[in-house]
């Protein structure tokens, strides 16, 4: 605070780090704060990527602001015609429908090759080449309200593997054209990396975005100035397992609770691309990384390797932490965690 009681924008940058995952943004700054530290905080929340999406600016120009929140739906609208499975246009729609692409659009490399990473270094637990399986358990529980069969797993199986996904170059092959990739696992995080990116580059001073748990900010020199995060408890819809604080990079959270198709949680759309059948040791895994993308491809594959070789996955990336949570609410942290859970 500056002499007479006015508030400096340094202040307000740093209050305005308040922020719970899947909760309401809330702030202690009141208008008059914002106008005499010269800032405005803008906040537009839209249907976006099949979920909400919340962007924060905090800038000197109200207007330039909100053009700027603009511009990053125009952006995330951009890069979904390019990555979503639900689009028949789309580069991946394409992919899926002919098994092979030439001169695929950048984004869609990029995504890929972060895939193919984590795949390899999961040993399979993350895969996108896991949309088979992921339709089979879709259709059969909203048509005949059943999961599949054994049968029905085990040959869907048959066409699911990253290894017959081919990037080389700008192009990228299916081995098999049965075979086909959702990136519901990573897409979502690489997209807000790019609006944060883009924002930041327009001059916004501090930005977080939150694409339904998926968030990312710009960084800052001062350490007071970090957004708050608030982690979402698997069973508890309005309480938290702890807050974290993120000045750059991402979080994203994994958990059984977003699409289950049982009332039990023990059939949902978190599925091991090794066996076929929904993830069952753990409720959540929450992850901070160095980037949205990384945290959200992380995060699904420790859902999906336990708790015990979910630690020891999330330990082999550099600065990545992690906490993971059972179905009986045993919670169990990295190493670096542990320090940063508040």
């Known amino acids: ?30 208008r008059e704060a914002f106008w005499r530290a010269g800032l405005h905080r803008v906040s537009e929340t839209r249907v976006q990527m099949g979920t909400l999406v919340n962007i924060t600016v905090v800038h000197p120009d109200n207007a330039g602001a909100r053009e700027m929140i603009d511009s990053a739906f125009i952006e995330m609208e951009r890069l979904e015609a390019v990555l979503s499975r639900y689009r028949a246009d789309s580069a991946v729609g394409r992919l899926d429908a002919t098994g092979r692409l030439q001169n695929a659009p950048s984004p869609l490399i990029e995504v890929l090759k972060l895939a193919l990473e984590v795949s390899h270094r999961s040993s399979g637990a993350f ?4 949309a088979p399986l992921v339709e089979l358990y879709g259709s059969t529980f909203e048509r005949q309200g059943r999961p599949p069969t054994d049968r029905e797993i085990d040959e869907t199986l048959s066409y699911v593997g990253y290894e017959g996904l081919v990037v080389a170059g700008s192009a ?56 708050t995060i608030g982690i979402q408890h698997p069973r508890r819809t309005q309480a938290t397992i702890g807050r974290v604080q993120l000045n750059g990079g991402g979080v994203a959270t994994s958990g059984d609770y977003f699409r289950s198709f049982t009332p039990d949680y023990r059939h ?10 929904p993830a069952q040791e753990l409720s959540s895994a929450s992850l901070l990384a160095s980037s949205a993308m990384i945290a959200d491809a992380l995060s699904t594959a420790a859902l999906v ?13 550099q600065g990545a932490e992690g906490i993971l949570v059972s179905k009986d609410g045993i919670q169990v942290l990295s190493e670096g965690m542990s320090q940063r859970l508040g």
């Open 172 to 227: 990228v092959t299916l081995e098999d054209r049965r075979m086909a990739i959702s990136l519901d696992g990573v897409a979502k995080g690489f997209v807000v990396d790019q609006v944060v990116d883009l924002l930041s580059a327009k001059g916004a001073q501090r930005v977080l975005v939150d694409a339904g748990g998926d968030m990312a900010s710009n960084g800052s020199s001062g350490r007071n100035e970090a957004w």
């Open 127 to 130: 895969d996108v080449t896991v």
């Open 1 to 30: 605070m500056s002499e007479s009681g006015s508030i400096s924008r340094r202040d307000v940058l740093r209050i305005t780090a308040g922020v719970g995952l899947g909760a309401a943004f809330g702030l202690g700054v009141t």
């Open 305 to 317: 390797l336990g708790s015990v070789d979910g630690i020891d996955f999330i330990d082999g990336f």
């Open 268 to 277: 949902h759309d978190i599925l091991d691309p090794r066996t076929g059948r």
